[in-house]
């Protein structure tokens, strides 16, 4: 009984401990980072968000902090393959900025990420230099209602009068014309003029965003997703009139054939109040209604790409080449490591590998891949890159651009681009050729397969083994019943 007991208490603890690393292992795929402990003049402060090897399904809120005023959230993503084995992370991050000088707090907060809450420490941060004086958000007062409404009630006969909107919804691009494969960034907004006096605020937000996504986002495309979480307005000025801009979608597109990308006109319903005609300090002083905002139809040319024999397969962006060789001497039969990595702006998602020229002199095994996106500032940049093992086979001296060579189209210069390897090798010791040649004779017992009998025939085991089979079976039977008889 006592041993029982044992058994079932080391079997509940093992089970409660592969509990326990099976839930530490799933927490430590979300990290919430905070931003560095001082910061200076007009400089920022970030906390990030960041999943790994899993999508960033949903987040809750970021904190507000008293003395950082929300600027908006960027996105990143990173992919790898390693030995066939792919990983990712994929970040949100919030950026702040500092309304003063001083020693900040930044409190403990909670945050739900994925539908499960963490819990971040707090910290205090300094901020070393004044600031300017930030813009004024005119839909801060479209949120606050007047107390005195629930106060007093909402009766009377007031009369309301519609107020003229300074205001606007646009969807704009960076590029009107564009190579197939070429991204544009394309920004849906709502502008509000600085000298807008008419009370308003949105509605209803995600379901309509929902909905006009479904209409614009266009099908012959490759879509980067900003994926702008939380609305903070931004001061711009728009042909020498100064708007505040609130940001609802923005997204890079990679046309993937030359048809034109079309955005329609959609809409977008507001809460826009109309205001008492003659304003009193006691009873209601506006009056709820709704209007909608419509956009302007945006179409993006879409120009097929200049003659090419690879015109088809290319990317398309500016792009540059960082190589990494473990060393330039070799020796045959020496494996040696090699990255071939290609950075800059464009669908870095559509980045294929280099053409390797295959030869008696190298042995080039297939590369790990890993890959970097940024998606920040109105871009999409990023890194691709491509880790060779390779193995030399003939001594000389050789140039790995005759082995690594890749073709893009550059559409800053209008013209195809290639990326070579800029590295030169040494390969010394005696050529193994012919080793190749070896491995692939079977030698002569695989030769006289052709002349050999395929007849089944049955095969029967010997006596010896089934003799010494029943004196194993004996054994166990007389040691099982001694010890039943001994009991």
């Not at 046309?255 to 008492?276: H, R, T």
């Not at 040319?301 to 500016?318: C, I, N, S, T, Y």
């Not at 390797?356 to 998606?375: A, G, M």
Request: proline fraction near 4%; glycine fraction near 6%.
């Amino acid at each position: 009984m006592l041993i029982a007991t044992l058994n079932f208490m080391i079997r509940s603890c093992f089970f409660i401990f592969c509990i326990f690393l099976f839930g530490l292992a799933k927490a430590q795929n979300v990290q919430i980072d905070l931003g560095p402990n001082e910061i200076g003049e007009n400089q920022a402060w970030t906390i990030t968000v960041t999943v790994n090897n899993d999508r960033l399904r949903n987040y809750d809120n970021f904190p507000d902090i008293d003395g950082l005023q929300k600027r908006g959230t960027s996105s990143s993503s990173q992919t790898s393959i390693i030995n066939g084995q792919m990983s990712s992370s994929q970040s949100i991050i919030m950026t702040y900025v500092p309304l003063k000088q001083g020693t900040i707090n930044i409190p403990s907060f909670k945050m739900k990420v994925n539908d499960q809450s963490y819990s971040v420490i707090g910290k205090k941060i300094k901020v070393g230099a004044p600031v300017q004086a930030q813009s004024s958000d005119p839909f801060r007062s479209m949120f606050d209602r007047d107390p005195r409404e629930d106060f007093f009630g909402r009766g009377g006969n007031q009369e309301f009068v519609d107020v003229k909107e300074e205001a606007l919804l646009a969807l704009t691009t960076t590029k009107d014309e564009v190579f197939v494969g070429e991204g544009f960034t394309a920004t849906l907004s709502f502008l509000v003029a600085d000298n807008n006096r008419a009370p308003m605020q949105f509605h209803d937000l995600g379901k309509q965003l929902a909905d006009i996504l479904k209409k614009i986002k266009p099908a012959n495309c490759w879509e980067e997703n900003f994926n702008i979480e939380s609305i903070e307005g931004e001061p711009i000025e728009i042909n020498g009139k100064n708007y505040t801009q609130y940001k609802i979608y923005q997204a890079t597109f990679f046309p993937l054939n030359n048809q034109n990308v079309i955005f329609p006109s959609v809409g977008l319903e507001m809460i826009k109040f109309k205001v008492a005609k003659n304003p009193s300090f006691f009873g209601q002083n506006r009056q709820e209604d709704f209007k909608t905002f419509y956009s302007k139809v945006k179409t993006v040319r879409v120009k097929e790409l200049p003659p090419h024999p690879m015109k088809d397969a290319v990317a398309v962006g500016d792009y540059h080449l960082e190589e990494r060789l473990g060393k330039n001497e070799l020796e045959t039969g020496q494996s040696i490591g090699y990255d071939f990595n290609i950075y800059g702006e464009g669908n870095i998602s559509s980045i294929e590998k280099p053409k390797v020229k295959q030869d008696n002199s190298f042995e080039f095994y297939e590369p790990n891949v890993k890959q970097n996106i940024s998606r920040d500032g109105g871009r999409v940049a990023g890194t691709k890159s491509f880790s060779y093992f390779m193995i030399p086979k003939e001594p000389g001296k050789f140039k790995l651009k005759d082995y690594f060579q890749w073709v893009f189209f550059n559409p800053k210069i209008r013209k195809y681009d290639t990326l070579k390897s800029q590295q030169i090798v040494t390969v010394i010791g005696e050529s193994q050729k012919n080793q190749a040649i070896e491995s692939n004779d079977l030698g002569s017992f695989y030769d006289r397969i052709d002349a050999t009998d395929n007849t089944l025939k049955i095969t029967q085991s010997s006596n010896w083994m089934k003799i010494g089979v029943n004196v194993f079976i004996l054994l166990v039977l007389a040691a099982s019943a001694y010890l039943i008889f001994k009991k």
